[in-house]
């Protein structure tokens, strides 16, 4: 499966009981369509996780595009009020950087990290 949204923050580097480090970040995929004549606009917004190396979180920072494969799950949750809820979160395989962010002043030449 593949995405392609913004970070909406920098990426963040955790650590695992196990001491693996995992990558995450949040992703705003934007959906334009019209509607009775009228153009609108959708927000998901999906956290990911990418667990292959930490080496790409400097990179991954707020506004930049990106491009992910990989494999959607469902996350269940309980509010606070007692309903059922679910997250989205993708399974990062690869990401393709596809443009700098708007706090970046140069392009990276990192452009695939598998």
């Not at 494969?69 to 269940?76: C, L």
């Not at 990401?95 to 392009?107: C, E, H």
């Amino acid at each position: 499966m593949e995405i392609t949204g913004r970070l909406v923050a920098d990426a963040t580097v955790r650590t695992t009981g196990t001491d693996k480090k995992v990558t995450g970040f949040r992703l705003a995929i934007n959906r334009r369509y019209t509607s009775n004549g009228e153009q609108k606009e959708e927000t998901t917004y999906v956290d990911c996780s990418f667990w292959r190396t930490d080496k790409l979180a400097p990179y991954l920072t707020k506004g930049l595009l990106v491009q992910l494969y990989g494999h959607m799950s469902a996350r269940p949750w309980v509010s606070r009020d007692g309903e059922p809820m679910a997250s989205l979160n993708f399974h990062t395989n690869e990401i393709t950087l596809l443009g700098a962010s708007q706090n970046s002043d140069t392009r990276s030449t990192l452009q695939r990290q598998r």
